[in-house]
């Protein structure tokens, strides 16, 4: 049984940047696809980017496109989201994502073991 761990989250002004990490336990990182999701009060649960095969190949939401990175460290088995020029609407809980099940890297049905989430707020 995987557990997810995360930490980083917080308050940041527009244009400010975030790092969240999420650690693994009782999975080997590398082995598997690894992802990062985000739901804001009121709207579903949505797919932020992931890297689903061993080359490190990642995808990425249109909306966070060259201002999130994803990546992760094998030695420490954590992996992490870079957000820079962060947005009010960036404004979510961020959830780390583990084991793709499914077809669809940015369903959320996709994937079987999640983070408790960290909140992420951008305001001034």
């Known amino acids: 049984q995987a557990q997810l761990v995360e930490s980083g989250g917080g308050l940041v002004q527009p244009g400010g940047s975030l790092r969240l990490s999420c650690e693994v336990s009782?999975?080997?990182?590398?082995?598997?696809?690894i992802g990062w999701f985000r739901q804001a009060p009121g709207k579903e649960r949505e797919g932020v980017c992931s890297?689903?095969?061993?080359?490190?190949?990642?995808y990425y939401a249109e909306s966070v496109k060259g201002r999130f990175t994803i990546s992760r460290d094998n030695t420490k088995n954590t992996m992490y989201l870079q957000m820079n020029d962060l947005k009010p609407e960036d404004t979510a809980v961020y959830y780390c994502?583990?084991?793709?099940?499914?077809?669809?890297?940015?369903?959320?049905?996709?994937?079987?073991?999640w983070g408790q989430g960290t909140q992420v707020t951008v305001s001034s």
């Open positions: 890297i689903t095969d061993s080359k490190g190949v990642a």
């Open positions: 009782g999975f080997t990182l590398e082995l598997y696809a």
């Open positions: 994502t583990l084991f793709l099940t499914g077809s669809k890297w940015d369903d959320a049905k996709s994937w079987g073991y």
